[in-house]
């Protein structure tokens, strides 16, 4: 059992996570944002999203709602209730996650529906390459539970477990070490009970580097490792050490900055660590930045919040929702204003930190119904809690729904307008043939959004022109799988 003055900084992080992602969301780059400069004295907003699953479509956003972030964080929480998380995690959460998910990326999605059909990500020949590039801070986002779960544990075992967490999805070092530093910066603040001295995490990542930056372990993670450094397609060893010594140079680099004080300008600091770059979604990146906003603002709790929040141009949601943890595993949650105790489902993310404080694992009494056990039946609210979002061929409707253990969830159903759907779309020499149906196929299928249209055109016109697909994928330089998947799609 967690101590008492624990379960405060527990529920903290959790809520300090939910509240930041929350207020971050919405200026967050690839929100979909209609308006993203709405910024409303550090409240949270109802803000208008475009998303583009399952057709183009705005929906509205209810204030205080969080994203990806915290639902994948929740998951892993009640994952971590029973034996064999990963397992519930992989084949129930993850899965059904797909269901609902508000704002995730790519890589996080696209390694749940390989999940989902059973098939691991880096034994996938058509995805191994993009999991091992895949860097992002989707898996760090997500695992405060596991040092909640084990604090009366080695930091070590618990580094091991946020290993086997992040390779569910990512492959690629920076998004390994971003979760693995991550970790240990909770793991230090939720066991920091005395006043903490200006910039002091920050030295005590330096001092645990060759702990947190260790490469996974050879025994637990050998076929994991072989597959890494034979099918990445770069050097895996080389690429983790130069990630791990950038990060020690980067927290340097912060270090000397904080040494300025409250007069080291926040703008500069993130263009240097590298925040408003391409890969400003990068798992390191954010822990750096989550660290940095910590240091600077720990006395002041609302302004390392909100400030990461709204600095539009960087990755707002994740890198708010990780200072937000370091601040609650710190601060406890006294000091969360009562403006955002409006956060999505507050008791509930309150509920899921003290039970990841007990050391009991639940037993399953009915191992045939799983799902009821992990997630809760789910419930439809009101009828006019439905949104209904229409298009030219079809209508979306997304309906809150509310799970018996509390959770919010916004789950979308597609229907289409059958009776005006066009049988089909021909070119004028009928080599190509395309209906709704199909279109809808394409925009879904996210190896295909890594080809321009103008690839896609040339495919088609080389192909008709009766050009071997082995030429084809030479000539246009597109993997054979595309080039193949292009040719099934538009013209089988």
């Known amino acids: ?33 209609q308006n993203p400069r709405n910024i409303k004295d550090d409240k949270f907003i109802s803000w208008k999203r475009k998303s583009r699953y399952p057709f183009w479509h705005v929906e509205t956003i209810e204030k205080g709602s969080y994203s990806d972030d915290t639902q994948l964080m929740l998951a892993i929480a009640r994952c971590l209730m029973f034996e064999d998380w990963k397992n519930k995690f992989t084949n129930i959460e993850y899965p059904f996650w797909l269901e609902y998910e508000r704002g ?9 529906s390989l999940w989902k059909k059973g098939i691991i990500p880096w034994q996938s020949r058509e995805y191994c390459t993009d999991y091992f590039n895949a860097g992002g801070n989707g898996g760090a986002m997500r695992i405060a539970p596991h040092v909640i779960k084990k604090l009366d544990k080695e930091v070590y075992e618990i580094i091991e477990d946020v290993i086997d967490n992040v390779i569910i999805s990512h492959g ?40 947190w930056g260790a490469a996974p ?46 007069l080291c300008d926040d703008k500069t600091v993130l263009e240097n660590i590298g925040a408003y770059s391409k890969v400003s979604g990068a798992g390191d990146i954010a822990v750096i930045a989550a660290v940095y906003f910590f240091s600077k603002y720990v006395n002041t709790p609302e302004l390392a919040i909100s400030i990461p929040a709204f ?38 993310i309150s509920s899921v930190a003290l039970d990841l404080c007990t050391e009991k694992t639940l037993i399953l009494n009915r191992p045939d119904d799983l799902f009821h056990y992990l997630i ?44 005006k759907i066009p049988n089909k779309i021909e070119s004028n020499n009928n080599q190509i ?28 016109l080389l192909k008709s022109q009766g050009i071997d697909e082995k030429k084809i994928v030479k000539q246009v330089r597109v993997d054979k799988e595309i080039v193949s ?4 799609l538009f013209m089988g």
């Open 172 to 211: 690629h070092p920076r998004a390994i070490l971003g979760a693995t530093c991550y970790s240990y910066a909770l793991y230090y603040l939720f066991n920091k009970c005395e006043v903490l001295s200006f910039a002091e995490l920050v030295e005590a990542l330096i001092e645990g580097r060759r702990i």
């Open 376 to 419: 809760g039946s789910i419930d439809k609210l009101n009828e006019e809690n439905s949104a209904f979002v229409n298009s030219k061929y079809s209508t979306v409707k997304i309906t809150k729904y509310k799970t018996s253990f509390g959770q919010t969830l916004f789950i979308k159903t597609n229907f289409k307008n059958i009776e």
């Open 311 to 348: 600095s539009i141009g960087i990755d707002t949601d994740t890198i708010a929702s990780m200072t937000g943890g370091l601040i609650g595993a710190f601060c406890g949650s006294d000091w969360i204003p009562l403006e955002w105790k409006e956060v999505q489902d507050y008791s509930y």
């Open 1 to 33: 059992m967690v101590e008492k003055d624990k379960q405060g900084k527990v529920q903290g992080a959790l809520l300090g996570t939910a509240i930041a992602d929350a207020l971050g969301w919405p200026f967050e780059f690839n929100s979909g944002n």
């Open 485 to 488: 998947k292009v040719i099934k």
């Open 433 to 460: 043939t395309l209906n709704i149906l199909k279109i809808e196929r394409i925009l879904k299928d996210e190896s295909l959004s890594r080809i321009t249209l103008k690839k896609t055109f040339e495919i088609l």
């Open 104 to 112: 995730a990326g790519r890589a996080v999605k696209k390694a749940a």
């Open 217 to 262: 372990n050879c025994d637990r993670f050998k076929e994991w490792l072989e597959v890494a450094q034979n099918n990445s397609g770069y050097n895996y060893s080389k690429v983790w050490n130069d990630c791990y010594t950038n990060m020690i140079l980067m927290f340097e680099y912060i270090k000397k900055e904080l040494n300025s004080g409250l």
